[in-house]
């Protein structure tokens, strides 16, 4: 059974920090590339960051380079984002996501999605 599962989402002030994660089974995590997206409430599904599988090449989203790192391990199954200076926009439902395409992956078409976490930023 395919699982994505996210964690750390929670809340901050603006300017702090975060780290998600999201860890995988059922599949060989190390063939797939991976994404971060996020929605915002009332908002559609934006793409925030994607990795290569092996971690080689990261892609950010204007709205978050800078501020954002993704990154992987591969032993432990488990892709990271790193979010510091966050600000009130960044508050969203952020979701994992697996596919074979990062240029898929980008556009919203996952092979696998993980159950999303809550992210809210405010003072």
């Known amino acids: 059974q395919v699982r994505l599962v996210e964690s750390g989402g929670g809340s901050a002030q603006p300017g702090g920090s975060l780290r998600l994660s999201c860890t995988a089974s059922?599949?060989?995590?190390?063939?797939?590339?991976m994404s971060w997206a996020r929605q915002a409430p009332g908002k559609g599904l934006e793409w925030v960051s994607g990795?290569?599988?092996?971690?080689?090449?990261?892609y950010y989203a204007e709205s978050v380079k800078g501020r954002f790192t993704i990154s992987r391990d591969n032993a432990k199954n488990t892709v990271y984002l790193q979010m510091n200076t966050l600000k009130p926009e960044d508050t969203a439902v952020y979701y994992c996501a697996a596919g074979t395409n990062l240029l898929l992956l980008q556009s919203g078409t996952a092979d696998f999605w993980g159950q999303g976490t809550q992210v809210t930023v405010s003072s």
């Open positions: 990795i290569y599988f092996d971690g080689s090449e990261t």
């Open positions: 059922g599949f060989t995590f190390s063939s797939y590339a």
